[in-house]
């Protein structure tokens, strides 16, 4: 079985002629800015002093600009300059790792279609989460096959209703915007033809800056003057549930200052908001925690895979049903923040999911 990691690299210089990779830089910037110091920062990537400080100096050549404070007896900061960079890679990272993840297990599928010509792979396609990802990485450790695409909920589902994946992830918030959000994707679902699996209920809430400087108090400030939001793409059952919160509240899109600048996962809203470009954003708790954000809880939702109404029953997809249901993997899901893993595994109709 092929493993395969694509990763985005950071070329720094004055000119096109003199780029030089950037990773180890920013990865001493970002420890440095959690630490606050460099020497700190320095012996967690496994570097001397002198040669950290070295790769900072250089920098700062190249750029012709400072990147570090450093004061006797004060530790190390970032200077503006240097924030822009940590804060930038971040963005960068989470934009591109769902893409790039998906590559790679499109590249695996490709080049180990020769080794298991007698072997059909399960196709995944599901709106990116921090649960998926971690059952991504689940199934690799057991070396169990499956073809990840992340796509937005919408069109997960019609991609299994036209045949082209077997499973599908979405997920639709409970209580009063249940029926509505679960109404998007009836068109596809059909109780005949699918049962759901689900992955883990989850919280989504809103992203603010740390300590709340806005004094942000729920959905009813994002109509406030000169307070910027970042949204999630047309299609995401993120956006679903933002335009159900604004409607509830009586608020009309064009008064988010904001409203049409997006991005395309939770992490990407949170780096945006971390970053100060923006401030707020709806996501899943684990990436206001990972993020260092505050955090407002909104409502809980359920996660769920649409498989086909036999599914249970494909040998292709009885690792991964197997994979679901395992101690072992709900321990994981219910270590992320905001995650509940209790029926991660049960396997439903879709009227008894929602009541129809």
Known sequence: MWHIELSAQWRIGPDREQLQDASTLLALLAAVQASGSLAQAARELGLSYRHAWGLVGQAEASLGQALMLRGRGQGSRLTEAGQRLVWADARV??????????????????????????????????SHGFAVARLHEHLSTRQVAVELRYRN????????????????????????????????????????????????????????APGNPLKMAGIADLRRRGLRFVNRPEGSGTRVLTDLLLQRHGI????????????????????????GMA????????????????????????????????????????????????????????????????????VLSIAEAFGD
């Open 93 to 126: 990272t989470a934009r591109l790792q769902p893409l790039l993840a998906s590559l790679s297990s499109e590249v695996e599928g490709d080049l180990g279609r020769s080794q298991r010509k007698d072997r059909a792979v399960p196709r995944l396609h599901a």
């Open 153 to 208: 909920s919408l069109e997960a589902v019609a991609a299994l209703a036209q045949g082209d994946c077997e499973l599908a992830g979405f997920h639709v918030p409970l209580g009063e915007f249940e029926k509505a959000a679960a109404q998007r994707f009836r068109p596809w679902l059909h109780e005949g033809s699918h049962r759901l699996v689900q992955l883990a209920v989850r919280t989504q809430g809103l992203f603010l």
């Open 252 to 275: 009309h899109a064009r008064e988010v200052a904001g409203y049409d600048n997006t991005e395309l996962t939770h992490a990407a809203v949170a780096a945006y908001v971390a970053s």
């Open 279 to 346: 401030d707020a954003g709806i996501g899943v708790q684990t990436a206001a925690e990972r993020f260092g954000l505050g955090f407002i809880p909104l409502l809980r939702e359920r996660y769920f895979f649409a498989i086909p109404s036999d599914g249970e029953h494909r040998r292709m997809l009885q690792p991964i049903l197997t994979a679901l249901q395992s101690a072992s993997f709900r321990s994981q899901v219910a270590s992320l923040p905001g995650y509940e893993a209790a029926d991660t595994g049960r």
